[in-house]
Nanobody, 118 residues
Framework: VQLQASGGGVVQTGESLRLSCAASGRISTDYMIGWLRQAPGKQREFVAGITWSGQATKYVDSVEGRFTVSRDKFRSTVDLQMNSLKPEDTARYYC????????????WGQGTQVTVSS
């Protein structure tokens, strides 16, 4: 499984960004593709995820209602639409993949930087 994240940038508080994770390889419907982030000096945290089937999504409480994760079957991407961005959303964002039963993420993309200025 290969993952390639893109779409980061610098925005102001309240603005939006859309991240995209291009996924290739053997990904079955029992996989989840997730977005995780890591800010300087902080632990990496789960942000949002979607099953490869597209039927189920999951979010961390801090982004619920502001971020939307979706799967584009034609482009084979998992996108993260981020609205109403806050300075605390500043981090390097990674897309990752794992099976639904696994606790750890197996596959990782290279990450993309999101910076939200106040």
């Amino acid at each position: 499984v290969q993952l390639q994240a893109s779409g980061g940038g610098v925005v102001q508080t309240g603005e939006s960004l859309r991240l995209s994770c291009a996924a290739s390889g053997r990904i079955s419907t029992d996989y989840m593709i997730g977005w995780l982030r890591q800010a300087p000096g902080k632990q990496r945290e789960f942000v949002a995820g979607i099953t490869w089937s597209g039927q189920a999504t999951k979010y961390v409480d801090s982004v619920e209602g502001r971020f939307t994760v979706s799967r584009d079957k034609f482009r084979s991407t998992v996108d993260l639409q981020m609205n109403s961005l806050k300075p605390e959303d500043t981090a390097r964002y990674y897309c990752a993949a794992k099976t639904l039963s696994a606790s750890d993420w197996y596959y990782w993309g290279q990450g993309t930087q999101v910076t939200v200025s106040s």
